[in-house]
């Protein structure tokens, strides 16, 4: 049986060019702007799965690391930044795990 190819559709835009026409070309200050608040609602959204994951509210999180549970969600809510020594705190006192850092350039 031949395959078909689907016609191509000159209207569809791939992820990459749609950020590119949004927020500009990698480097540029929106573009990068927009990179780091999408790392920050990752880093939220992850922390919340977790917390989930292991049948804890935010106060249960907050207490366990010494924190509020207002701050946790601010995190959860992408509202707040997080200093590293916290974030160490939440991951490794409150969630038990174990944080590991990626430079990539």
Known sequence: MK???APK???LTSFADHLDQQYGK????KREAY????EAFKLGVLIQEMREKQHLTQ???AEKCGTTKSYISRIENN???IRLSTLMRIVQDGLG???KLLVTR
């Open 9 to 11: 559709n000159s209207n």
């Open 26 to 29: 990698r480097g540029t200050k």
């Open 59 to 61: 106060e249960q999180l």
């Open 97 to 99: 795990g174990h944080l």
């Open 79 to 81: 509202a707040s930044d």
């Open 35 to 38: 990179e780091q608040e999408y």
């Open 3 to 5: 395959k078909q190819n």
